[in-house]
């Protein structure tokens, strides 16, 4: 049996690939900073809890003893992520953000999917199918959000383009580096939830599609792409 780890998934896109994944036949652990809702969620689901906050380095280890001492990993899916938002759910201009306010951002977007990445690398190794999915963004692609054309255009902030950006340049220097363990960027689209304020014109049952698809590849698979529903993003 396929054993997922999903990182913030006690509700969204999180939840719903849990969801979909267990339903699948796979063994899937609610990796949650809030142990109410994370173990609330992981009943409702049939799932394991373990409490995991990204940006902590002692909760991450402490979530790699209990994960390790139950046997196996076989997937990691980085979710865990925030968006900026200002007063009224507004999203944030240029002038709005300091060094401060984007760092803030990066500590979970970037700095905490290396530090979970990092942390259980060693877990996955020992799979025979190792897969870890990376949940990026549309407004990760350079070329989109630079083209008057595309839907992300419009977007004007600073932090969040920019932390799934650069979750999409480690995406592919992790698949270099470890050609053994698929390891691909995906983007769930526009998704109906809290991260967005519910602006998203998608359920969160098509935006976890792709999340789930690209969790239960197997080692022929394709590694160090950039994904949605539709086919490929354009870096």
Excluded at 3 to 8: D, K, M, V
Excluded at 59 to 82: H, K, P, T
Excluded at 100 to 127: C, I, M, W, Y
């Amino acid at each position: 049996m396929t054993t997922t780890l999903i990182t913030g998934s006690n509700k969204g896109l999180g939840k719903e690939t849990a969801r979909q994944l267990i339903a699948a036949g796979h063994t899937v652990y609610i990796g949650a900073r809030d142990e109410a809702r994370g173990r609330t969620a992981a009943e409702e689901l049939g799932a394991r809890f373990v409490q995991l906050d990204v940006t902590d380095d002692a909760s991450v280890a402490a979530a790699y003893a209990q994960i390790e001492a139950d046997g196996r990993l076989d997937v990691l899916v980085n979710n865990a992520g925030i968006e900026p938002r200002l007063a009224g759910n507004a999203i944030p201009a240029p002038a709005d953000e300091t060094a401060d306010s984007v760092r803030a951002t990066f500590e979970t977007n970037v700095f905490g999917l290396v530090r979970v990445t990092h942390a259980f690398l060693p877990l996955l190794q020992k799979s025979a199918a190792p897969v870890i999915v990376n949940v990026s963004s549309g407004l990760g692609s350079l070329t989109d959000l630079s083209n008057p054309e595309s839907y992300t255009h419009f977007y004007p902030a600073l932090a969040y383009p920019a932390s799934k950006t650069t979750v999409n340049a480690i995406t592919v220097q992790y698949a270099k580096a470890f050609p053994g363990i698929r390891i691909n960027a995906v983007d769930p689209g526009y998704t109906d939830t809290d991260l967005n304020g519910h602006a998203g014109i998608q359920t969160v049952e098509e935006g976890a599609a792709i999340i789930v698809a690209m969790a239960q590849i197997g080692p022929d698979g394709p590694t160090g792409t950039f994904v949605s529903s539709r086919g490929p993003v354009a870096w």
